[in-house]
């Protein structure tokens, strides 16, 4: 199980910190991603980080802004946000997959939290 807390109303140029926290499984030994969608739009991925080597992977509209971490002692993974833009308003989900790649693909994650609303406002 998966459960994402940290989202907010925040305005342009704000910061915040989402956390993913993984129970049942344990996170390191999982890939482990952030995926976005907003109002009828689809669900696009914003970052992941890789089992193992903990190798990062950014969206270009998210890179230099946004971090993606894990702290495994606490099992969760997290996503720093920084120089929030009303474009980046949606609901926040992170997943996770057993494999060692990141995809983009969102139907590659079976592992999935409720998701945690970012609104930004200009």
């Known amino acids: 199980q998966l459960v994402e807390s940290g989202g907010g109303l925040v305005q342009a140029g704000d910061s915040l910190r989402l956390s993913c926290a993984a129970s049942g499984l344990t996170s390191s030994r999982y890939t482990t991603t952030w995926f976005r969608q907003a109002p009828g739009k689809e669900r696009d991925f914003v970052a992941g980080i890789r089992r193992g080597t903990d190798d990062p992977y950014y969206a270009t509209s998210v890179k230099g802004r946004f971090t993606i971490s894990r702290d495994n002692a606490k099992n969760t993974v997290y996503l720093q946000m920084n120089s929030l833009k009303p474009e980046d308003t949606a609901r926040y989900y992170c997943?996770?997959?057993?494999?060692?790649?990141?995809?983009?693909?969102?139907?590659?994650?079976?592992?999935w939290g409720q998701g945690t609303q970012v609104t930004v406002s200009s």
């Open positions: 997943a996770a997959d057993a494999g060692w790649l990141i995809s983009l693909d969102p139907r590659r994650y079976d592992t």
